[in-house]
């Protein structure tokens, strides 16, 4: 089983910047894939970034040039940097991974989510 633990949500003004944390751990052998989702309130749940293991990051238009994705392949954990927030960022954040464990299952798993709130 693979636990996600999440950090660095919270409040910022529009403008300023969060970074995000998505640390996997149990019984992992590889992380395949890693990526950020975002639901605002009486949306669905959309994809923000993502990255495969070797990949380049790929973003949404309206992530792109504003928030960076990144990973720390040797401690299982992903990391979104969000920069120049505006009121739309606002949502909870979840991290989402591709991970095989011991026995060779390969799964995917959500993280618990964080609250993004933008606001002045």
């Known amino acids: 089983q693979v636990q996600l633990v999440e950090s660095g949500g919270g409040l910022a003004q529009p403008g300023g910047s969060l970074r995000l944390s998505c640390a996997a751990s149990g019984n992992i052998i590889s992380v395949n894939y890693m990526a950020w989702y975002r639901q605002a309130p009486d949306n669905k749940r959309d994809l923000v970034a993502d990255?495969?293991?070797?990949?380049?990051?790929t973003y949404v238009p309206s992530a792109k040039g504003r928030f960076t994705i990144s990973r720390d392949n040797a401690n299982n954990t992903v990391y979104l940097q969000m920069n120049s927030l505006k009121h739309e960022d606002t949502a909870v954040y979840y991290c989402?991974?591709?991970?095989?464990?011991?026995?060779?299952?390969?799964?995917?798993?959500w993280g618990q989510g964080t609250q993004v709130t933008v606001s002045s």
């Open positions: 989402y991974v591709e991970a095989t464990v011991s026995g060779g299952i390969s799964r995917f798993y």
């Open positions: 990255f495969t293991t070797g990949g380049s990051p």
